[in-house]
């Protein structure tokens, strides 16, 4: 059974002929997939998705704020607040569908304004939020390790994931010396690329229970497809590798990781 604990069926390219991929998922022998959010229209995208396979399947979403709203102006300084209450309303009204806040954090890649402080505010309330629906948290953090732990080392108790991850060995290990009660670091297709040993390097520093794996599709295709559209199926060639990097059966990571998604997702 495969899991793809991040995919976005609800993004433009994938959630017209969404029923189409989910059947081709099937096909892998699936265990359930979470639609991720990046705008409105995903946002509502990912709750359609959600509606419509709920009464046979673990297919879910998550809402939020990505920092790139932010650095692209669509949150500011005056609307941040009303952002943040129409985010919880609908919360409120589809909490039944969605299963996390996503994807919040820090992201100093860009080449314009980053706006680290609003950055920070919007990650800050992102995380009270969390707090409060007692929810987990995704984290999105590009190039800013430090200031993404400034904000994440007040709230230990949340669940927190760490998306696509960016970094290697040396924030591994100071991630591991927070002591967060609860956290996971999520591998996608990007893993499996020749330049990308340091992320090899770090999934194998990483503790089997602490890690999920993903599609992103989309985006980020492993490698055997590399430059082509990524889809949920395509988490089958990720297991693999990831199994063959750690020396273990696969059949033994489809355990291991069915284990860590729900212990994420389930109350």
């Given at each position: 059974m495969f899991i793809d604990s991040h995919t976005h069926l609800n993004s433009p390219?994938?959630?017209?002929?969404?029923?189409?991929?989910?059947?081709?998922?099937?096909k892998t022998w699936?265990?359930?997939?979470?639609?991720i959010w990046a705008d409105e229209?995903?946002?509502?995208?990912?709750i359609t998705i959600s509606k419509e396979y709920s009464w046979d399947s673990f297919i879910k979403c998550t809402v939020w704020l990505h920092p790139y709203e932010v650095v692209v102006g669509n949150i500011n300084e005056n609307n941040i607040e009303q952002k943040l209450n129409e985010l919880e309303k609908l919360y409120l009204k589809n909490k039944d569908h969605i299963v996390a806040i996503w994807e919040a954090g820090i992201d100093t890649h860009y080449e314009w304004?980053?706006?680290?402080?609003?950055?920070?505010?919007?990650?800050k309330k992102q995380c009270?939020?969390?707090?409060?629906?007692?929810?987990?948290?995704?984290?999105?953090?590009?190039?800013?390790?430090?200031s993404t732990m400034e904000i994440l080392q007040n709230y230990k108790k949340l669940k927190i994931c760490f998306h696509?991850?960016?970094?290697?060995?040396?924030?591994?290990e100071k991630l591991k010396n927070y002591n967060l009660e609860n956290y996971w670091i999520w591998f996608c297709g990007n893993v499996t690329y020749p330049k990308a040993q340091?992320?090899?390097?770090?999934?194998?520093?990483?503790?089997?229970?602490?890690?999920?794996?993903?599609?992103d599709a989309p985006y980020l295709s492993p490698q055997e497809l590399r430059w082509q559209t990524n889809y949920p199926q395509n988490i089958q060639y990720?297991?693999?590798?990831i199994a063959k990097e750690l020396n273990i059966d696969t059949e033994n990571l489809k355990k291991q990781i069915k284990k860590n998604f729900y212990s994420l997702y389930k109350k």
């Open positions: 390219t994938l959630f017209e002929n969404r029923k189409k991929h989910v059947l081709d998922f099937e699936w265990q359930g997939l979470v639609n229209e995903y946002n509502k995208n990912g304004d980053i706006n680290l402080e609003l950055q920070k505010e919007l990650f009270d939020l969390a707090e409060k629906i007692q929810a987990p948290i995704i984290i999105h953090s590009r190039n800013d390790f430090d696509c991850r960016w970094y290697g060995n040396e924030e591994i340091n992320i090899r390097d770090s999934l194998k520093i990483c503790n089997l229970e602490n890690i999920l794996i993903e599609t990720i297991y693999d590798f």
